[in-house]
C-alpha cells in the first residue's frame, strides 16, 4: 500500500477487534491479545507507536476508532514492536578480524550465538 493509504489505522482497527473479542471470548481460538509487529527499520519502528494503547497519541483515541470507556480493556494487550535485526545472530564476543579468522579456523562460528541462543535472547 502506497504512503498515507492507511495502513496503520487498519492495523490499530485490527489489533483492536482482535483484543476486545478475545476477552469476551477468551477460548475463542479465532482471537488473540498479543501481537508482534516486526519492522523493517527503525524509523518505522518509531512511527509504530501509536499502535501502543499506552503511547499519548494512541491511533486508537486520536483516530476514534475506540470509545475511551474501552481504552482500559484495550491495555491489556501484549504488543511488541520491534525491528528484524534483533533476529539477526549476534556475536558472543568482540575480536577483530584477524583473531576471529585464527579462532575460527577450520571450524563452525562459535564467536555467533546459534539459532537457538537467538530465540531465547
Known sequence: M???SGKTVVMA???AWHVLNKL???QDARFTDTFLIVTPGITIRDRLRVLLPNDPQNY???RD???TEWMVELGKAKIIITNFHVFKQRELM???KLTKNILTQGT???LTETPN???RR
Open 2 to 4: 502506497a504512503t498515507g
Open 13 to 15: 482497527m485490527l489489533i
Open 24 to 26: 469476551a471470548n477468551t
Open 60 to 62: 486508537y483515541h486520536e
Open 65 to 67: 476508532i475506540l470509545p
Open 94 to 96: 568482540n575480536a577483530g
Open 108 to 110: 563452525a562460528n562459535s
Open 117 to 119: 541462543q537467538m530465540v
